[in-house]
């Protein structure tokens, strides 16, 4: 139940751009906040970025603000992480997950299972 699968990663040079995908089986994408998260060896996971069900609203962690962008296109039933400007402390595995959206702090709250994620690399 609200299982996605991601896509898109790979090794990737610093400055370069990735796009991960979010893609949803067995539910429409569209409607449910869709949350980016990543974990890198030792560390929690941490989000990066959300987008409302509505894609009226999407937030960002400081630390990827102004690289990367969220968005969705559902005819695809798919949500996009445009990544830019990359920076090898953006190295981890990324995953998507259906989630509720707060406003207060805005953040997105993962309700649906994990995937497999997808591995970013980014090194010279």
């Known amino acids: 139940q609200l299982q996605l699968v991601e896509s898109g990663g790979g090794l990737v040079q610093p400055g370069g751009s990735l796009r991960l995908s979010c893609t949803a089986s067995?539910?429409?994408?569209?409607?449910?906040?869709i949350g980016w998260f990543r974990q890198a060896p030792g560390k929690e996971r941490e989000g990066v970025s959300c987008?409302?069900?509505?894609?009226?609203?999407?937030d960002y962690a400081d630390s990827v603000k102004g690289r990367f962008i969220i968005f969705r296109d559902n005819a695809a039933n798919t949500v996009y992480l445009q990544m830019n400007s990359l920076k090898p402390e953006d190295t981890a595995v990324y995953y998507c997950?259906?989630?509720?959206?707060?406003?207060?702090?805005?953040?997105?709250?993962?309700?649906?299972?994990w995937g497999q994620g997808t591995q970013v690399t980014v090194s010279s």
């Open positions: 987008i409302s069900s509505s894609s009226d609203s999407t």
């Open positions: 067995g539910f429409t994408l569209e409607n449910y906040a």
């Open positions: 997950a259906a989630s509720l959206r707060t406003t207060n702090p805005p953040m997105c709250v993962p309700i649906g299972s």
